[in-house]
Nanobody
């Protein structure tokens, strides 16, 4: 089991920045792919970014490429999502999720553990 706690959400004006943090406990985060997903009211949940356990592989949805950066500090059991040039359409609840690393299993896929989410609101 791993517990994930997100922080860093809030209200920001368009063009501003926020850094989300995902702190893991229970098991070392280095054995997991960590992803950030978001869900806006009335919309389906969307995968925003992900990082492999080593940090060598990253994924970004097209709408955030060049604006968001995912990184991890395994020694601190923490993963970050730096969000720059925020837009009103980035408004959503952002969730951190973990996918167990298993030999032969793709590093991207369904997640096994989820945090409670943190609200990000971008005003125009």
């Amino acid at each position: 089991q791993v517990q994930l706690v997100e922080s860093g959400g809030g209200l920001v004006q368009a063009g501003g920045s926020l850094r989300l943090s995902c702190a893991a406990s229970g098991r070392t985060v280095s054995r997991f792919t960590i992803g950030w997903l978001r869900q806006a009211p009335g919309k389906e949940r969307e995968s925003v970014a992900a990082i492999s356990w080593s940090g060598a592989n990253t994924y970004y949805v097209d709408s955030v490429k060049g604006r968001f950066t995912i990184s991890r500090e395994n020694a601190k059991n923490t993963v970050y999502l730096q969000m720059n040039s925020l837009k009103p359409e980035d408004t959503a609840v952002y969730y951190c999720a973990a996918r167990t690393v298993v030999a032969g299993k793709p590093w991207l896929g369904e997640y096994d553990y989820w945090g409670q989410g943190t609200q990000v609101t971008v005003s125009s």
